[in-house]
C-alpha cells in the first residue's frame, strides 16, 4: 500500500489532485482510515495514476479519462484507442481553428500598426527626487520579466502624466505599481519602456537627496544625477494597457505583520502545481481578521493558492513593517498594499490547485 504522499510522488500527480480526483470518482483509494481519513493506494493503482497524469497532461476532458481508466482496467484496449484517438482528433481540429483566428489577428495587427504615427516622438523634461524615484523602482523591478519571447515586458514602464510618474513591471503572473510625483511636465501623457539593464543603471545613480532629471527625446531615455548621467534606448515594443490588469476593488484586506507573515510562509507546508512544479503557498482568510498559510488536508473553500517565492519577493518589495493583503477568491489575483501609499502595490495571479 502507498500512502497518499508516496503516490504523489511516484505518479507525477500532486496530493491535492489525488484528493480531488478521489471526490471526482476517478482514482478511489483502495483504503481511507476511518478516524483521521488518510487515503492508502493499492499496488495496482500506480499504473493509473500516472495513466491519469499523461491523461491529463495532454488535456484530456474528466468524462473521458473516467472511461479510459475503466477501459484500461477492463483491458478494452479498442475502446482505449478510440477515444485516444477522438481526443487527439479534437485537439488537431482545436489547433486548426486557432491557426486560423492568430492568422485573422495578425492581419488587424499589420493594419492597426501601418495606421499608427511613432509613439517614439515626444520630448519631455521632468524633475522627480532621487529617493522617491529609487523607492519606488525597489518595488516594481521585482517582477519585470526575462523570457526573451516577450521583449515587450522585459524592462519597466515609464507613464508620465501631468505632475506624476507611474513605472510599471509584469511577466505575465505579477505586476508591480509604483507612484512618484514629478515637477517640470504638464503636456500630453508619454510612455516609454526602459529595458530592465538601463533601469538597473538608472538605480544606482539615485544615491543622493537631491532631484534628478529625467528626459525622454523620441526613444531614447536619460537620467541625470548632478554631474552623472545614464542614458540609453527604450524598448521598441508596446507595454500592455497595465490598468486593465487591475483587480477591481473588493475582497478581505488584512493588515500582516510582514516579518511573522513571512517566517509563516518559509517554515509552513509547501505544494507543487501539478501542471510545472512550482512551489506554492496557500492562503486563507481566518475567522479573526489574519491570513494563516493552510496546512495540509484544510479543504476550507477560500484557499488561495499562490507561488510562494513570489509572494516572498512581493513582501520585499513592499519595504514595509506591515502591509495590507487582499484576497478575495481562488481565481482572484491577489494584491499586497503599502497602507501609506494606494498607488504602490503588487498583484500576484492564483494558482489553481486542482482541476
Known sequence: MRSIGEMA?????????LRFYDRAGVLVPARVDPVSGYRWYGPGQ???????????????PLADVRLVLAAWSGQD????????????????????????EFSALRALLDHRENSMTSLHTATVRLSVAAPELA??????????????ELPMLGGVLFDIEPGGLHVVATDRYRLAV?????????????RVVVPAPLTDAMRALLDDEAPVRLSVDGDRVTLEAGDRQVAGQCLDHEFPEYRRLLPLPGGRRTPIDVAAFRKALETG????????????????PADDGTVI???DGDESPDRVAVNRRFLLDALTA???????????????????????????????MPVRLED
Do not use: K
Open 9 to 17: 510522488r511516484d505518479s507525477g500527480l500532486g496530493v491535492s489532485a
Open 46 to 60: 500506480l499504473d493509473e495514476a500516472r495513466l491519469l497524469a499523461r491523461l491529463r497532461r495532454a488535456g484530456m
Open 77 to 100: 484496449t479498442g475502446l482505449v484507442r478510440g477515444l485516444l484517438d477522438s481526443h487527439l482528433g479534437r485537439l488537431e481540429q482545436g489547433l486548426s481553428d486557432a491557426r486560423g
Open 135 to 148: 523607492a519606488a523602482l525597489d518595488a516594481v523591478r521585482f517582477a519585470a520579466s526575462a523570457d526573451p
Open 178 to 190: 509604483a507612484g512618484v510625483g514629478v515637477t517640470g511636465h504638464d503636456g500630453d501623457p508619454v
Open 269 to 284: 507546508p509547501v505544494r507543487s502545481a501539478e501542471a510545472d512544479g512550482q512551489e506554492l503557498s496557500v492562503l486563507r
Open 293 to 295: 498559510v493552510c496546512a
Open 318 to 348: 513592499g519595504a514595509r513593517d506591515r502591509l495590507v493583503l487582499e484576497l478575495d477568491t481562488p481565481t482572484t489575483p491577489i494584491a499586497i498594499r503599502r497602507p501609506d501609499e494606494e498607488d504602490t502595490f503588487s498583484i500576484l
